[in-house]
């Protein structure tokens, strides 16, 4: 089964993914993940990207669309996957159906201000990346990780004034696609507000119902 988490930034796809891939055996491909580690690796692709999401932008399709196709054409993929941040336009959609079949769309909703909340208190590890919430997931340490005891850090793209951004940019740019997958009819909404395992409840009661459902074999991009 290939399936796509959308939604805005700090919703829990990743969160979701994780459980999702785990559950069904099969991958979770993150762009965001790809993009920050050739990032941190430095090269020329690193900083072009790194440029775009300090400043809280989407990156590129032509750049967005290279990583897919390069990540998808893998093995690991051919049994499913599940896709978290991408696509994040309609040109993006299209790309990726020249690419690979989806069977579902699983856009995940929540307040604004419920998302802005869980963005901003996030803590990050410079060294292993776990990551922590001055709220919901405090380390034991005051700015240290539980793991390593690495330096916890808040990253430049979780900040008040850059999440805002990355919220209408996504309202510009993402949101679009909701339209698109409805029509469609790939797209299922769940409800991503409370906790995590509620989360999780919601999204696997919809990949239940939908895999009881008869499967009409489609080619590729239709």
Request: charged residues 35%.
């Amino acid at each position: 089964m290939n399936i796509i988490l959308l939604g805005p930034p700090g919703i829990g796809k990743g969160t979701q993914a994780d459980t999702l891939a785990a559950k069904l055996r099969i991958h979770k491909i993150c762009t965001g993940d790809i993009m920050r580690e050739e990032a941190k690796k430095g090269s020329l692709l690193g900083k072009k990207v790194k440029a775009y999401m300090d400043r809280g932008e989407l990156v590129p399709d032509a750049i967005v669309i290279s990583i897919m196709k390069k990540r998808l054409s893998r093995n690991d993929c051919k049994k499913g996957f599940i896709l978290d941040g991408i696509p994040r336009t309609t040109a993006q959609a299209k790309a990726l159906e020249k690419t690979a079949r989806i069977d579902l769309v699983i856009n995940l909703t929540a307040p604004e201000n419920e998302i802005i909340e869980r963005i901003t208190g996030r803590l990050t590890c410079r060294y292993c990346g776990e990551i922590y919430h001055v709220k919901f997931a405090r380390p034991k340490k005051h700015g240290a990780c539980d793991k390593c005891r690495g330096e916890l850090y808040r990253r430049e793209d979780q900040k008040e004034a850059i999440v805002r951004k990355r919220l209408e940019e996504y309202d510009k740019k993402t949101k679009p696609l909701i339209e698109y997958y409805r029509q469609k009819k790939l797209l299922f909404n769940v409800d991503a507000s409370g906790s995590k395992d509620g989360v999780a409840k919601r999204i696997w009661k919809v990949i239940d119902a939908f895999t009881k459902k008869p499967i009409k074999k489609r080619e590729k991009g239709k």
